[in-house]
């Protein structure tokens, strides 16, 4: 679905949408939604570090397993580390996540943030956008690439650091 | 592995590694939970828990009640002396009618061993073990390697020696279950009359000489005595046990390597360990009561998991 060339495009032109609305970061956090979202945001903060110039921006991970509403109604599913080395009271936090489908993770993530404190606001950055397949009220801010997938299709991301290339395919 | 491969936690006999590993796994992220400003997570919201204890317990049961409600799961607790165990009322019968009450899981301890074993075999609902009698006590045994892991970084090939009144105990059984799985060489140390008959054959070794036990180990994990289990005088006097089993500041400094200490709690200072000792750099007692809780979680956890709707 989409290329290297094409990821890294998106990747740019997000991280130029973050500033336009952040400027200089100095009150704003990045979160990586654990498992997927973690390399993305990664990735993000090294653009907006070293290509533009921002002073280091705060990184953190959360993990959403002991917040999800599923517990006991499908598979165990193995958690993972969260790692927020500082408090989101009245910070802008931007969740960061590679697919948004239902919707549903990130409902989990937004009371899973307020145990570290009261963001002034919370907005969604995601690469992928699954129009037409949300089961709650929830909206990206930043979208890298909106795409219709029927339901038993599925999205996945690849980064060079896991998967040894960047590219997003349709399975 | 996402699951264990139980469905009740009655003794560490019961698991296998890959349980105790994912116990532990779990447990790190639980660790971290209780760690944050909000130290909750929703996961159980539909889950009761009933603590029932028949023995007295005070860190155990705190520590059950602290895991279950940073859960979020509903608790309700009784302690034996207030029920109508008093009144004759049968074991089976006490739960199942706590159970009727839409319980799904019970935490009991128990002064006959196997006790937690027979209720998981004639009620239904998740049980878990806090202690039965001197058989086993599956969540200290746990925390106190989950304690070992997090102080030395693992707990294979380490050695450990534990110290004290092994005859009375379930924490030392447990902890020898647990530590031989995970790779670890184990000794008790004590007098002879504390020394069960037949302890050689779960693969530990005995020794009698404190010191020597001492310059052996990596971990001492010193056992309370349990004057209140002991029918007849198992030494001379309380005093002559501290002198020979009990470890103070210059026996531990004369060693010529650090060793870690622990204790299952609660302490009788002078006796076991000495306050200078219990409070040390050296402890990590405090460090077992804290790794208590996340363990506490995670078994919860893992074993609601498995309840299905």
Known sequence: MLTSKEVNIILHRLACQLIENHLDFSNSVLIGIQPRGVSLAARLKTILETEYHIPPIPLGFLDITFFRDDFRRGETLEANKTQIDFLVEDKKVVFIDDVLFTGRSIRAALTAIQSFGRPSEIELLVL????????LPIQPDYRGRQVDVINDEKVKVCWKEKEGEDAVYLI | MSELSVNHLLGIKYLQKADIDLIFETADHFKEVINRPIKKVPSLRDITIANIFFENSTRTKLSFELAQKR????????????????????????????????????VMRHANPGAAYFLSQNVKASIINAGDGAHEHPTQGLLDSFSIRERLGEVAGKKVVIVGDILHSRVALSNIYALQMQGAEVKVCGPKTLIPKYIESLGVTVESNLRKALEWCDVANMLRVQNERMDVNYFPSTREYAQQYGVDKALLDSLNKEIVIMHPGPINRGVEITSDVADSQQSVILDQVENGV????????????????
């Not at chain 2, 859960?71 to 159970?99: M, P, R």
């Not at chain 2, 996340?294 to 709707?309: D, E, F, G, T």
């Open chain 1, 128 to 135: 992928i956008d699954r129009r037409f397949s949300r089961h």
């Open chain 2, 71 to 106: 859960l979020s799961a509903d608790v309700i607790s009784f302690s034996a002396a207030q029920s109508s165990v008093k009144k004759g009322e049968t074991l089976i019968d006490t739960v199942n009618n706590i159970l009727s009450m839409k319980v799904d899981m019970v």
């Open chain 2, 294 to 309: 996340a363990i506490r979680m995670a078994v919860i956890y893992l074993l609601a998991s498995k309840i299905k709707q």
